[in-house]
């Protein structure tokens, strides 16, 4: 199975400041197509998790444009810039490349 | 509107099974895979299985393969997954998801069913 290692966040985070997220896989997540099959996921608390990203850098429809995703084939990262209180949560990454679709751990975002 | 309904909570008792559904609106299941998600109290998200409810093939974590079964009925738009042999680590939220058209991600969440396995 493809691990997801998630990195953690120097919580709190000032609001208005921005904040990333990094995730690394076990195993390049770059189809033969060329797209990186590597997802972003908030779970606002008490909430189900909301679709954020996908293709390492696509934006959900409807997610604010203040969320941007980069990486290579194995190192991602979460960008949210001006974070406010909404963004609070715990955000998985997800490798869509193949079965199992494996999670990371997820990093929580606090806001100061 | 897209809406997936699951029932909020189940309890079950060691060594029985407990039915969970997610009953799809707004989207005909035919056209994408219903998968299954659940979280440990206080922890992370794992992936269970996944449907094609369009011809009833599906896929399981390894883990998952004697625990879990996944069924959809096209006719109630609806996706099942049944838990077996429950035991107290069993006790979790289950979240059913579903992919949107051409989107490589769960668009879609359920509320979540919380399974509670206790005697």
């Known amino acids: 199975d493809i691990v997801m290692t998630q990195g953690a966040l120097p919580n709190p985070v000032p609001s208005g400041e921005s904040a990333s997220i990094t995730c690394q896989s076990s195993?390049?997540?770059?189809?033969?197509?060329?797209?990186?099959?590597l997802n972003w996921y908030l779970q606002r608390p008490g909430q189900s998790p909301q679709l954020l990203i996908y293709?390492?850098?696509t934006r959900a429809s409807g997610v604010s444009d203040r969320f941007s995703g980069s990486g290579s084939g194995t190192d991602f990262t979460l960008k949210i810039s001006s974070v406010e209180a909404e963004d609070v949560g715990v955000y998985y990454c997800?490798?869509?490349?193949?079965?199992?679709?494996?999670f990371g751990a997820g990093t929580k975002l606090e806001l100061k | 509107e897209v809406q997936l309904q699951q029932y909020g909570a189940e309890l079950g008792k060691p060594g029985t099974s407990v039915k969970l559904s997610c009953k799809v609106s707004?989207?005909?299941?035919?056209?994408?895979?219903m998968h299954w998600v659940n979280q440990r109290p206080g922890k992370g998200l794992e992936w269970i299985g996944r449907?094609?409810?369009?011809?009833?093939?599906?896929i399981y974590a390894e883990k998952f393969k004697s625990k879990a079964t996944l069924t959809a009925d096209t006719s109630s738009n609806t996706a099942y997954m049944q838990l077996s042999q429950l035991k107290s680590d069993d006790t979790a939220i289950y979240f059913c998801?579903?992919?949107?058209?051409?989107?490589?991600?769960?668009?879609?969440w359920g509320q979540g069913t919380l399974v509670t396995v206790s005697s």
């Open positions: 707004g989207y005909n299941i035919r056209s994408t895979y």
């Open positions: 998801a579903m992919q949107a058209t051409r989107v490589p991600g769960f668009a879609y």
């Open positions: 195993k390049s997540l770059l189809h033969s197509n060329g797209k990186t099959y």
């Open positions: 449907i094609d409810p369009a011809n009833g093939n599906t």
């Open positions: 293709w390492m850098s």
């Open positions: 997800q490798q869509f490349l193949e079965y199992p679709n494996t």
